[in-house]
C-alpha cells in the first residue's frame, strides 16, 4: 500500500453498512443464548469456513502486512462467530443427538461421515492431531513472531520519527509526505501490537475446542443414558460421533485462520504477494535447484525406493531451473528497454521546457554545420582526450573543471568551431578538416605548398598543409598538428585562460567538504566570523587567473586564518596566500632549471610606488598612474619582454611586493600567461638568473 493510498483512504462507510455489521455481531451474540434449528447452524457453518478461507486468500495476495491492518478484529469476530456455532451445535448435540448424525446439521454429519469413516477413535485421533498442529505449531510459532514483531517495531519508532523529521529539515520530503509517513507509522505500530494481542484468540480458540470436545462427549453420554434411555455403547457411539464431528467442523476454520495469522506476521519486511515472496526467492537461485533435482534423481536410483515421483520432481526442478535464467534475463531487458524509453522521455520534455532553455553548459565546444559530418569518426577519440585533459587540470589545480559539452548550432560561422563559456563565446576557429598545421613561429616555412595562417591556442604563425604532405614536412623537422589536436589544443588554452570562471560556489563548498577534520575546525574559525565563504571563493577565484594550483588547500586554509583577523579584502588575502605558496609556486614555473627572471627596474618600481594612494591606516585606497607613464610602461615593457620571448627561454617578472598586483594588471592584457611574482615570493633555495631589467 503506497503513501497516496493510505492518504485516500474513506474516512466513513457507505450509509447502511455500518447497521448491518452491528446487525450481525448482535445475531452472533444471539447465537450463544438463543436455540437455533439445525438448517441455520448448517449456513452458519458455512460462512465460518467460507470466512476463513477468504481471510487465508487475502494474506497470500496482500503486499505488505500493513495492507490487512483490519486482520486482529476481523479475526477476533471470525472466533466468536466459531464459539457461537459451538455452544449452538452443543445444545442441539445434547438435546437432540439421539437422533442420529445428522441432529446437529448436515455439515457436521457428513464431516463426521467423511473423516471418521464411521469409525469415532479415528476422528477423536484426527482431531487431537489438528488440534496439537494448530496450537503447538502455528499459533506458537506465530505468537512468538508477533511478540518479536511488535517489540521491535515499538523501539524503531523513535528512530523513524526522527529519519523523518530530518528528511522533512533538509528539504527531502514536504509536509504532506510527512503527514503521509507519520501515519503509516502510527498504523504500523497499532497493527503489530494489535497482532501480539489476536494471536492470543487463536491459542484460546484450540484450548476451548478441546474443553467443547470433551464436555460434549461426557454430557452426551450422560444424557442419552438418562434421559433417553440408550446403552452405555450406544449413547458413546452416537455422541462421540456428533462431538468429533463438531469439533472437527470448528477446527478446521481455526487451523485455516492460524495459518492465515502465521503467514501475515511471518511476512516481515518483505514486500509482494506472498507467491512471488516465496516462489520469487525459492526460485531465483538455479544452482540449488540443480543441485535439489540432481538429488532426487539420485533418490530415485536407490534400491527399494519409487523411481516415478522422484524422477518427475527432478524433471521439474530441473526444467524450472534451466528456464529461470532466461526468464530474468528477458524481464531485465524489458526493464531496461522501460527505462531507456522514460529517461528519454524526460530527457525530451526537458529540452522542450522553457526552463532548460535558460540553462546554459558551464563549458560548452560548438561545431558549425559543416563540422558537424566532418568530425563525427573523430567523436569516441574526442570524448576520451576531453576525459583525461579534464582529470589533468583536476591533478594540476585542485578541483575538477565542469563537464565539457560537444554540440552542434547551425547558426555558428561555415567551416568553424565556437569554445563557450557559461554561454558566452570565448574563442572561435575556422577549422580545416583535411588540413594539417605546420608550427613555423618566426623561422622559415617548410618547402611543400600550403597557405600561412595563425595557430588559435597560441596565435604563433603555422601553414595550413593538405593531408598528402604531412609526411615531407615532417622530414624536414617541423611539428605537424591534425586537426582533432588543434581543436583539443586551443581548448585546454581557454581553459586555462578562464579557470577562475569555473570555480563555482558549489565546486568550492564540494572542495571544503573533502577536508580532513581538523582543517574543517580551522575553517569553522574563520567563516563567516572573520571572512565569508564567497570571500574564500574569490580568493581561490584570483589565484587561478594567474594559474596558482589551489590543490594545497590546507596550506591555503592556514595562510587565510593568519592574515583574516588584519585583512578583509581578497586582493590583501591573496597577496599572503601568494608568498605561503612560494615554494609551489616557483617550482611550478621553473621546471627542472633554474628560475629565470626578469625585474621591473628601480625607476618603475618607484613610478607604481607613487601611485599607489594609502589612507592614515596604511590600506590601499587607488592606484592612479599617469597616463603618459602607463603608456610609456607599456612600450618598454612590451619590447623587453618580446625581445626574451623571441630566445624561447622560460621567464618571469619580478617586481616588489607593493605594486605586483597593478603591475599584473597591466601585464596581463599584452601577455596573459607570464607570470609576475613579487620579491617576497622567491622562495629560499630556488636559484635565479636575472635576465635584465625592464628599464
Same mark, same amino acid.
Given at each position: ?240 460421533? =456428533?462431538?468429533?464431528?463438531? @469439533? !472437527? &467442523?470448528?477446527?478446521? #476454520?481455526? *487451523?485455516?485462520?492460524?495459518?492465515? $495469522? /502465521? +503467514? ?30 540432481? =538429488?532426487?534423481?539420485?533418490? @530415485? !536410483? &536407490?534400491?527399494?525406493? #519409487?523411481? *516415478?515421483?522422484?524422477?518427475?520432481? $527432478? /524433471? +521439474? ?22 527505462l531507456a524509453a522514460k529517461e528519454e522521455k524526460v530527457r525530451g520534455e526537458a ?345
Amino acid at each position: 500500500m503506497s503513501l497516496a493510498t493510505i492518504a485516500v483512504r474513506p474516512a466513513s462507510t457507505r450509509p447502511g453498512r455500518d447497521i448491518g455489521f452491528a446487525t450481525a455481531i448482535i445475531l452472533i451474540l444471539c447465537l450463544f443464548f438463543l436455540p437455533v434449528p439445525a438448517m441455520v447452524i448448517d449456513l452458519g457453518l458455512a460462512i465460518s469456513i467460507a470466512l476463513s478461507v477468504l481471510i487465508l486468500m487475502v494474506a497470500l495476495w496482500i503486499q505488505r502486512p500493513l495492507e490487512f491492518s483490519a486482520f486482529p478484529t476481523i479475526l477476533l469476530v471470525a472466533t466468536i462467530l466459531r464459539l457461537a456455532l459451538n455452544i449452538s451445535t452443543t445444545r442441539l448435540i445434547l438435546a437432540h443427538g439421539s437422533q442420529g448424525t445428522t441432529a446437529a446439521g448436515y455439515i457436521i454429519g457428513g464431516f463426521a461421515q467423511l473423516v471418521m469413516g464411521g469409525d469415532f477413535v479415528i476422528g477423536i485421533i484426527v482431531f487431537l492431531i489438528l488440534v496439537t498442529i494448530n496450537f503447538l505449531v502455528i499459533t506458537k510459532g506465530a505468537t512468538r513472531i508477533a511478540e518479536v514483531g511488535a517489540r521491535f517495531t515499538l523501539d524503531a519508532i523513535p528512530g523513524k520519527q526522527m529519519a523523518i523529521d530530518a528528511d522533512l529539515s533538509a528539504g527531502l520530503i514536504d509536509e504532506k509526505i510527512a503527514q503521509l509517513r507519520r501515519r503509516e507509522l502510527e498504523e504500523e505500530s497499532a497493527f503489530f501490537g494489535s497482532m501480539d494481542g489476536a494471536s492470543k484468540f487463536v491459542r484460546g480458540d484450540a484450548i476451548a475446542g478441546l474443553i467443547i470436545l470433551a464436555v460434549n462427549i461426557v454430557g452426551g453420554i450422560v444424557i442419552g443414558v438418562t434421559r433417553h434411555g440408550l446403552s452405555v455403547s450406544t449413547a458413546a457411539d452416537v455422541f462421540t460421533k =456428533l462431538s468429533v464431528g463438531d @469439533g !472437527l &467442523v470448528s477446527q478446521i #476454520p481455526a *487451523l485455516i485462520i492460524s495459518l492465515a $495469522a /502465521g +503467514l501475515l506476521v511471518a511476512k516481515g519486511g518483505t514486500r509482494g504477494s506472498t507467491d512471488k515472496a516465496v516462489l520469487g526467492q525459492l526460485g531465483g537461485y538455479p544452482n540449488a535447484l540443480f543441485f535439489a533435482a540432481g =538429488l532426487m534423481l539420485v533418490l @530415485g !536410483l &536407490v534400491p527399494g525406493l #519409487p523411481f *516415478l515421483p522422484f524422477a518427475m520432481i $527432478a /524433471g +521439474l526442478m530441473g526444467y524450472v531451473a534451466f528456464i529461470i535464467p532466461r526468464r530474468l534475463a528477458e524481464a531485465t531487458a524489458n526493464e531496461a528497454a522501460e527505462l531507456a524509453a522514460k529517461e528519454e522521455k524526460v530527457r525530451g520534455e526537458a529540452r522542450s521546457s522553457i526552463k532548460e532553455q535558460l540553462k546554459a553548459a558551464e563549458i560548452d565546444v560548438t561545431f558549425s554545420k559543416e563540422l558537424v559530418a566532418a568530425m563525427l569518426p573523430s567523436r569516441p577519440e574526442i570524448a576520451s582526450r576531453v576525459a583525461k585533459m579534464r582529470r589533468k587540470f583536476a591533478r594540476q589545480y585542485g578541483f575538477v573543471v565542469p563537464e565539457i559539452h560537444i554540440t552542434d548550432d547551425i547558426n555558428a560561422p561555415a567551416k568553424s568551431y565556437q569554445i563557450r563559456i557559461h554561454g558566452t563565446v570565448f574563442a572561435t576557429y575556422q577549422l580545416r578538416t583535411r588540413e594539417f598545421l605546420v608550427i613555423i613561429g618566426d623561422g622559415k616555412r617548410p618547402n611543400v605548398p600550403g597557405d600561412e595562417v595563425r595557430e588559435p591556442a597560441f596565435g604563433v604563425r603555422a601553414l595550413s598543409i593538405n593531408e598528402a604532405y604531412v609526411n615531407e614536412a615532417k622530414r624536414e623537422g617541423f611539428k605537424v598538428v591534425d586537426p582533432v589536436s588543434i581543436l583539443l589544443t586551443h581548448l585546454s588554452e581557454v581553459i586555462h585562460n578562464n579557470l577562475s570562471h569555473l570555480l563555482s560556489y558549489k565546486d568550492m563548498r564540494a572542495l571544503l567538504d573533502r577536508l580532513e577534520p581538523e582543517y574543517k575546525k580551522l575553517l569553522d574559525e574563520i567563516c563567516p566570523s572573520q571572512i565569508s565563504y564567497s570571500t574564500l571563493q574569490a580568493v581561490f577565484k584570483l589565484l587561478l587567473s594567474e594559474r596558482v594550483s589551489i590543490r594545497n588547500l590546507n596550506l591555503i586554509l592556514e595562510a587565510i586564518a593568519e592574515i583574516a583577523p588584519h585583512a578583509r579584502r581578497p586582493e590583501q588575502l591573496v597577496e599572503h596566500v601568494r608568498v605561503r605558496l612560494s615554494q609551489q609556486i616557483c617550482g611550478e614555473l621553473k621546471g627542472d632549471g633554474p628560475l629565470n627572471v626578469l625585474r621591473l627596474g628601480n625607476r618603475w618600481d618607484l613610478v607604481f610606488h607613487q601611485s599607489v594612494k594609502r589612507d592614515a591606516k596604511g590600506d590601499v585606497l587607488e592606484f592612479d598612474i599617469d597616463p603618459r607613464l602607463m603608456e610609456q610602461f607599456i612600450a618598454e615593457a612590451t619590447a623587453a619582454i618580446r625581445q626574451r620571448l623571441d630566445t624561447q627561454t622560460p621567464f618571469v617578472l619580478v617586481t616588489t611586493a607593493e605594486a605586483r598586483p597593478y603591475v599584473r594588471l597591466i601585464i596581463e592584457r599584452m601577455f596573459p600567461t607570464l607570470a609576475v611574482l613579487s620579491q617576497l615570493e622567491i622562495a629560499r633555495g630556488i636559484e635565479v638568473v636575472a635576465l635584465g631589467s625592464i628599464s
